[in-house]
């Protein structure tokens, strides 16, 4: 299985406050992911990052932001969580390879009142 | 555009047995991967095979297999003598080439498979 861990795996906040979720490889992989999952909508790509410093937009990026600093880590935030951001948070990584195969954390599930 | 289509909402397989699961997909792109993750009641979405568009060999993982019939666009999975521990949620996904600068996979809504013993 791929090295890949997300913190915190559960989260209760109310809206208004700043959260930064957290994920972690160990596989040195290039690419990583943030998506969200939702009933009735799948997976849905929040940003990506293709390098240390290097990210970008995916389809569902407004309300979040995010860093990489270091190869193995990389941090979503929610600058203020409102409730439609209740959902299911997957982090993916992926070696470039040339199909683009993602592996996946354990999720975070966050809920905001 | 991309999309990835699971008809079966839900299936019910016996101990042992093999199933298919269906996944058609639409797409104008000429490399491409598809793929299938299992996602069981913890939530978590864990990789199980892929195939590549310019593949000739169907894909095989243990007592997986995918059944790419790239004519019909469809990536079957078949997981030969299920488990009970294979009662899960089946999803199946897509990439579009690194030169589209889309990195995302597109999704299918899943299959939610029970085996009963």
């Known amino acids: 299985d791929a090295g890949i861990t997300q913190s915190p795996r559960h989260k209760v906040t109310e809206t208004g406050t700043p959260v930064t979720l957290r994920c972690h490889q160990t596989e040195n992989h290039r690419y990583m992911y943030w998506y969200r999952q939702d009933p009735g909508h799948g997976l849905r790509l929040i940003h990506y990052?293709?390098?240390?410093?290097?990210?970008d937009k995916g389809e569902v990026s407004d309300g979040y932001s995010v860093s990489r600093s270091k190869t193995e880590d990389f941090l979503l935030t929610l600058e203020s969580a409102t409730s439609s951001q209740t959902s299911v948070y997957f982090c993916?990584?992926?070696?470039?390879?040339?199909?683009?195969?993602?592996?996946f954390g354990p999720g975070t599930r966050l809920t905001v009142l | 555009a991309q999309k990835i289509t699971q008809t079966q909402p839900g299936m019910f397989v016996q101990e042992k047995e093999a199933v298919t699961l269906d996944c058609t997909y639409d797409t104008s792109d000429q490399s491409y991967g598809l793929f299938w993750y299992k996602q069981p009641s913890s939530g978590e979405m864990i990789f199980l095979i892929y195939?590549?568009?310019?593949?000739?060999q169907n894909a095989t993982e243990g007592r997986y297999s995918l059944n790419f019939q790239k004519a019909r666009k469809s990536a079957n999975l078949v997981i030969s003598a299920s488990q009970l521990g294979d009662s899960a949620m089946y999803v199946c996904?897509?990439?579009?080439?690194?030169?589209?600068?889309?990195?995302?996979?597109?999704f299918g809504s899943g299959t939610r498979l029970q085996v009963q013993p």
């Open positions: 990052s293709y390098g240390v410093k290097d990210t």
């Open positions: 195939q590549g568009s310019y593949d000739e």
């Open positions: 996904a897509m990439s579009r080439p690194w030169s589209t600068g889309r990195r995302a996979l597109t």
């Open positions: 993916a990584i992926s070696d470039g390879g040339r199909y683009n195969e993602q592996f």
